[in-house]
């Protein structure tokens, strides 16, 4: 079974940007991997994902502000977040899942495996 492991959350100021890293041990060619994130009180949504040709997807709120990006040979997923606001504060998560093209990427019940997380906290 693979793992996982997010890192780079942290604080940011509005309109700063922060880097997400995902390292997915033990994965190979996983074909949709994504990132999620969840606001306290809220649920969890999609904010980004790409398949393993390079099938690139955004959630309407982030489009233009972030980018993500996976290297296959290296087995990690990156998502760089700039003009950060306060809507962006959320708990991130790093999933993978057997999604062609990542299509239906935005349901999480379609993604297997879950990384622990970590906080983005925007302040304005």
């Known amino acids: 079974q693979g793992q996982l492991v997010e890192s780079g959350g942290g604080s940011e100021q509005a309109g700063g940007s922060l880097r997400l890293s995902c390292t997915a041990a033990?994965?190979?060619?996983?074909?949709?991997m994504g990132w999620f994130r969840q606001a306290p009180g809220q649920e969890r949504e999609g904010v980004a994902a790409?398949?393993?040709?390079?099938?690139?997807r955004y959630a309407d709120s982030v489009k233009g502000r972030f980018t993500i990006s996976r290297d296959n040979a290296k087995r990690t997923l990156t998502l760089e977040m700039n003009d950060l606001n306060s809507e962006d504060t959320a708990m991130y998560y790093c999933?993978?899942?057997?999604?062609?093209?990542?299509?239906?990427?935005?349901?999480?019940?379609?993604?297997?495996?879950w990384g622990q997380g970590t906080q983005v906290t925007v302040s304005s």
């Open positions: 999933a993978a899942g057997p999604l062609k093209r990542c299509n239906g990427w935005q349901n999480q019940n379609n993604f297997a495996s």
């Open positions: 033990g994965y190979y060619r996983t074909l949709c």
């Open positions: 790409v398949d393993v040709e390079g099938t690139i």
